[in-house]
Every structure is written in C-alpha cells, then in structure tokens.
C-alpha cells in the first residue's frame, strides 16, 4: 500500500544530534548485521517460512531500537494481518499513527480490520477519518458502504456506495458493494444491474452469476435461473449455494431424482451440512462418498 510523503519540519542538525544519530546508526547497523545472521540459518532450515520470518524479526529489531518508527509498526501491522492475528495488527497500526500522527494510512488498514470483526462504529470512525485525511478512495467509501449497510443506516451505505462507483466505476468489488447495498433496499433493479456490472467486468465471477440466478428465481424465472445456476457451478465447481439452489428448485418442480443428483454433489463439498442432509434424507437419499465436486480439475 502506498504511504503519503511525509510533513516532518527538519530539526535543526547540531554537532551533539549528530554524534548521537551516527552512533545510534552504527548501533543499528551492527544489530541488523547479526540478526541478519542469525535469519540466514533459520531461512536454510525452513526456506518455506523464509519470506515471512525475515522481515518480520528485522522489523521488530527496528521497533525496539526504535520505538517511534512508524513504518516499522506499520509493517509489522500489515503482516499481522495478513496472517490473521488482528489484535497485534491493531496494535501496531495504533504505536504507527502514534509516531507519526501526520500519516493516516494505518486508519485504513483498521477500517478494514474492524469491518472484519463485525466492529462497525469503529471502522466508520476510522474510515471516515482516513478520508477526511487523503485516502478519499474507492477502498475506503467502499468499506464505508459496507459498515453503515451492517448497522441499517441505508442512506449512508449508498452514498458511500456511490462514492465507491464514481471513483472506481471499473471495479468490481465496488459494484459487489452496490448489489449489496441495492439487496439491503430490496432494490432488485438495481441488484440486477450491479450483479451485470461484476459480470462484464469479470467474465469469471461465479459468484456475480449466481446472483443473477437468485434475481430471476426471485422474479418466477425459473428456466433462466437454473441456466445461470448451472453456469456458475460449471465456473466454479465448489459454489455451495448453487447446489443449494438447484435442490430446491428440483424439490419445487418434483423432479426428486434430480435434487437427490444436486445434494448429493453439494455433500460432496460440504459433507457436514445440516440442511442439505436433512432434505436429502426426506427425499429417501442418502450421501454418497467421493471426491469433492471439481477436485482434480
């Protein structure tokens, strides 16, 4: 992610700041010398965790030689959370805006973080703040959107929704965003609409195409439902809900082999699905062992 340049005024560079700054550079240097050192055996020994360890232990060596390094704390943030321990990315993105309050990236990565854990008046405290500091982007009206949508606040969810679309008509995450947001309003128009935009723009959207499915099912066509089904499985093999849907239409036309065919593929890849056992017990099916849908292809 790109950082904003830096507003630091320059302090004023004395003999004394100096001295003191070369001899904390040389400090540094040498700690980075053996650390470095002592990574190359580990890197040798498992070569697999190399890309990780390594920056990681280099960037936690700059925190506590120094504590107000914000692109350290920043860094080790983004690895935190990429490796899904949210509580420590948190953590250091807040030591990273703490040194350096003039840089409002950090805010967005929390943003991201809180919409994650279901924290929604933090991540629009945090995202709103970002845009009110440079980061005035797609990402962040598009998290916005998504935010206010989870707490109801609909108006907000499609301002920020269309905020996202102006900036980033290309997208197609922003226009998964407004399909939401249209679906929260029960909007199918406008569902339809947007599901078409993902599609044109990602031709292998599987999940954009089921979508579309659930619109014409939604509206009685059901023919053209069970087309788009059909394709999004042939798209991606592993698509649960297809299956799912497919059954019940199957079990709604009374065509009880063909939804046994359908759950039965469904338990393939979900075999502890409660809801598709159960229905495919009270056709007088059973679940058949194999390969998972799509394994192998």
Do not use: K
Request: include cysteine; glycine fraction near 8%; aromatic fraction near 6%.
């Amino acid at each position: 992610m790109a950082r904003p340049a830096r507003g630091h005024p320059r302090e004023p560079v004395t003999m004394s700041r100096l001295w003191t700054r070369l001899t904390y550079a040389n400090y540094q240097f040498v700690a980075f010398v053996v650390v470095g050192g002592a990574l190359a055996a580990v890197d040798a020994a498992s070569p697999e965790t190399a890309c990780m360890t390594r920056p990681v232990a280099l960037y936690r060596l700059a925190v506590e030689l120094d504590p107000d390094y914000a692109q350290g704390h920043f860094n080790l943030g983004v690895f935190a959370q990429a490796r899904g321990d949210f509580d420590a990315a948190v953590e250091h993105y807040r030591a990273a805006l703490a040194a350096d309050p003039l840089d409002h990236t950090p805010l967005v990565n929390l943003g991201q973080i809180y919409v994650q854990r279901g924290e929604y008046p933090a991540a629009i405290a945090a995202l709103e703040n970002a845009a009110r500091h440079g980061h005035d982007d797609a990402a962040v009206w598009t998290l916005l959107a998504r935010a206010h949508r989870e707490r109801g606040e609909m108006d907000a969810a499609q301002r920020a929704a269309g905020r996202a679309r102006r900036q980033a008509p290309r997208d197609p995450d922003v226009w998964r965003e407004v399909a939401a947001v249209a679906h929260a309003r029960d909007d199918w128009d406008g569902v339809e609409a947007a599901l078409a935009r993902v599609v044109a723009l990602d031709p292998a959207a599987a999940d954009a195409v089921f979508g579309l499915g659930r619109v014409a099912e939604r509206r009685g066509a059901v023919d053209e439902a069970v087309r788009l089904y059909e394709r999004a499985i042939a798209m991606d093999p592993r698509l649960v809900p297809a299956y799912g849907r497919l059954a019940v239409v199957a079990v709604e036309r009374g065509e009880t082999e063909a939804a046994r065919r359908w759950l039965r593929e469904l338990l393939r890849i979900a075999p502890d699905d409660p809801t598709a056992t159960h229905l495919l017990e009270s056709l007088g099916g059973r679940a058949s062992a194999g390969r998972p849908a799509g394994a192998g292809r």
